[in-house]
């Protein structure tokens, strides 16, 4: 600590001037979770995004604390009404509103050079929709309240697109007038799936993948997993082994009733 020049003035330092965002807020805070076993809500930290700031939260967190342990995320039955996580709710009144406008969708596009076999990535992304219950999540109105519905099964079409001949400007400009229409496709929260999965063919090695999920089952921080589990088992696929991801002892359904 020494070696850090003026320490005492960077405890004050917004962390938000400093290029922080609301995903790495989100990310602080999970943390903060399992160092000091406490929880402190994301809206304090945007109250005072500082170390000063968050360091009287823990503070407070701790001498409002009755025991001795915070509660863990567990497993919960499913064979109840399952809760919507309070992101999710505000995701879900606002397209109730907004039935003209598709603002919530993430569309992403992932250019893939090499040799690829469409099989194996038509079956790892069956696998990974099996792996991951929020992806065969949707969201219907119970007794006036949205509520989660898991399906058992869920299988997500991979149509092909076939662009032989194109120049490179020609693949770039075709690439984002994909994007553009995943981003204006009007998702059914009620019906699903809320995962649409395309693939672009420009020759047998350079091929675009795009995927397209809403926001209620998707943000930027849960991207790293469905890129690195859509990899493992496409490559478990192709090879003919199991994937070697380990087994997810909760899943986001988990965590909303959790929350």
Same mark, same amino acid.
């Given at each position: 600590l020494s070696r850090i020049p003026d320490l005492n003035r960077r405890i004050h330092d917004n962390f938000f001037d400093l290029g922080g965002h609301s995903l790495l807020a989100t990310r602080i805070v999970s943390r903060l979770r399992d160092a000091f076993e406490v929880d402190i809500p994301l809206r304090a930290f945007f109250d005072s995004p500082t170390i000063a700031g968050v360091a009287d939260a823990i503070a407070t967190a701790r001498r409002? %604390?009755?025991?001795?342990?915070?509660?863990?995320?567990?497993?919960?039955?499913? !064979?109840?009404?399952?809760? $919507?996580?309070?992101?999710?709710? %505000?995701?879900?009144?606002? !397209?109730?509103?907004?039935?003209?406008q598709n603002v919530f969708n993430l569309p992403s596009t992932f250019r893939l050079i090499g040799?690829?076999?469409?099989?194996? $990535?038509?079956?790892?992304?069956?696998?990974?929709? !099996? %792996?991951?219950?929020? $992806?065969?999540?949707?969201?219907s109105s119970i007794d006036g309240e949205p509520r989660q519905i898991i399906a058992d099964k869920l299988s997500v079409e991979v149509p092909i697109r076939e662009c032989l001949g194109l120049s490179e400007a020609e693949r770039a400009a075709l690439i984002r007038e994909v994007f553009l229409e995943e981003r204006g496709f009007r998702f059914e929260l009620a019906q699903g799936p809320l995962l649409r999965v395309r693939l672009l063919r420009f020759s047998d090695d350079d091929h675009c993948l795009v995927l397209n999920l809403h926001h209620t089952i998707h943000d930027a921080w849960s991207l790293e997993v469905v890129v690195r589990d859509l990899v493992a088992l496409y490559e478990a696929a192709r090879t003919g082994h199991e994937p070697e991801l380990p087994a997810l002892r909760v899943q986001y359904a988990d965590y909303a009733h959790w929350q």
């Open positions: 409002g %604390r009755t025991n001795t342990e915070t509660v863990g995320i567990t497993h919960v039955a499913r !064979d109840g009404v399952l809760p $919507l996580s309070h992101a999710q709710e %505000r995701f879900w009144v606002l !397209d109730q509103i907004h039935t003209d040799p690829l076999q469409v099989g194996p $990535l038509r079956q790892s992304v069956d696998d990974l929709v !099996d %792996r991951h219950e929020i $992806l065969r999540t949707t969201f």
